[in-house]
Every structure is written in structure tokens, then in C-alpha cells.
């Protein structure tokens, strides 16, 4: 299952499924799964700052 994560501040949506390239993190890794200094690329943020988006999708 894929669950995908809202950033509070500016509404990024990470989704495991496309990863964050430019960012360093591969499709496929679970938000669980990202480096604890991983940041939002849409404004900076850090993980805390993010919240599970409605229910898991299948993959």
C-alpha cells in the first residue's frame, strides 16, 4: 500500500509512488522509509510537518 503524505504548511503531497527525484529518494520508498533530514521540495519544511492524505492506496 501506498500512503501518501500532505505537508501542512503549502499541501505538497508526497506519493511513494513517484518518490521525490530530484530530491534524492527513488519511486517506491514509504514515507516511513525517508531520511530523517529529508525536507519538503515545495517549501522546506521537515518530515514533522507532514500528515497521512485519506486512506492507503494498493499498489
Not at 519538503?40 to 519544511?45: A, D, E, N, S
Request: proline share 8%.
Amino acid at each position: 500500500m501506498a500512503q501518501k503524505y500532505c505537508c501542512k504548511a503549502c499541501d505538497y503531497v508526497y506519493n511513494p509512488q513517484k518518490g521525490d527525484v530530484e530530491g534524492g529518494v527513488a519511486p517506491g520508498v514509504a514515507f516511513k522509509d525517508l531520511p530523517e533530514d529529508w525536507f519538503c521540495p515545495k517549501c522546506g519544511v521537515g518530515k514533522e510537518y507532514f500528515e497521512p492524505v485519506g486512506a492507503a492506496e494498493e499498489e
